[in-house]
């Protein structure tokens, strides 16, 4: 029965995709042998198709929507899809990217997130053409896996607080150029800026910040480098200093948070309204 309640909402919400209310629609649907569930933010003054972000939540956290991610999907038009996670070993919601607590996890994340695409996108009016991967520390970590594994799936990818790890670094190697954009503070302690070689944190060895995002520009071929302090959208006195690789092909961008910790960093920069710059670049 709340199934069917659930449908017939999103239904109504498709026939209403052009009027000016934004909306959220809460949804299900069966993968494999298990039933997933996501949240659809609908933009103010939808007319369809919208592009789309995908935004990964972090490890174990409640955290689902962002606010400043929907303001700036309002501002720009992007529908944006907040799909839960599955269990680990400590029944803490995530994404399979090969932590230790992991190990009985057999998700292949790469396909969930070809079935979320498509369950979205058969049931709401989406640009299939324009879709987007971000993500906040696990979710950001999901960033880099299906980037090194899955490059073509998204249009371009934006972590927070996202890792690396040096198993995946040195299993796979980049097939294709892919737009990257990473927000990272400096005083990170849970997803280290000077990386774990050691695995001191307990996540898995992890390249340094810096390094993992020049990988990805060195794929790239991008041929210039430049750093420049930054204004715009700065919320702090922290020093905010954007590194972009850039020429040739897709930019990879590196936004270094002077002192800041491990968060979604809306304290310091609006971090909705940048993702959703890089991401216009790539409709």
């Known amino acids: 029965m709340q199934r069917s309640i659930a449908l017939y909402i999103a239904a109504l919400l498709m026939l209403c995709f052009t009027k000016a ?14 039933v997933r569930t996501y949240t659809l933010y609908i ?14 939540h972090g490890y174990g956290s409640k955290t689902r929507q962002r ?3 929907n303001a700036a999907a309002d501002r720009h038009g992007y529908a944006v899809c907040y799909p839960d996670g599955s269990p680990d070993t400590r029944g803490r919601l995530g994404w399979n990217v090969g932590y230790p607590s992991q190990h009985n996890m057999t998700v292949d994340e790469a396909d969930f997130l070809r079935a979320l695409t498509a ?15 971000s993500g906040f520390s ?13 490059p073509d799936m998204f249009r371009a990818y934006a972590s927070v607080g996202g890792l690396t ?17 990473e927000i990272h503070g400096t005083a990170d302690k849970t997803s280290m800026w000077g990386g774990d070689p050691d695995n001191t944190g307990g996540w898995g060895a992890y390249l340094p910040v810096p390094m993992a995002v020049a990988a990805i520009a060195c794929n790239n071929k991008c ?5 420049d302090r930054m204004s715009e959208c700065v919320k702090t006195d922290r020093a905010v200093t954007c590194h972009r690789y850039t020429g040739n092909g897709p930019d990879v961008v590196l936004i270094q948070i002077n002192e800041g910790k491990h968060s979604w960093a809306a304290a310091d920069i609006d971090t909705g309204e940048i993702i959703c710059r890089f991401f216009n670049k790539y409709r």
């Open 21 to 34: 209310n934004a909306a959220t629609v809460d949804r299900s649907f069966q993968y494999n042998d298990t």
């Open 165 to 181: 790890f040096t198993w995946m670094y040195l299993a796979n190697s980049l097939s294709s150029p892919v737009p990257f954009l």
């Open 67 to 69: 606010a400043d991610l």
């Open 43 to 56: 933009p103010d003054n939808a007319t369809g198709p919208l592009p789309l972000i995908i935004h990964a």
């Open 223 to 227: 041929t210039a480098y430049f750093a």
């Open 119 to 133: 369950d979205v996108a058969g049931n709401f009016n989406i640009d299939n053409s324009s879709v987007f991967l």
């Open 138 to 150: 696990n979710g950001g970590d999901l960033c880099y896996q299906i980037a090194y594994t899955s």
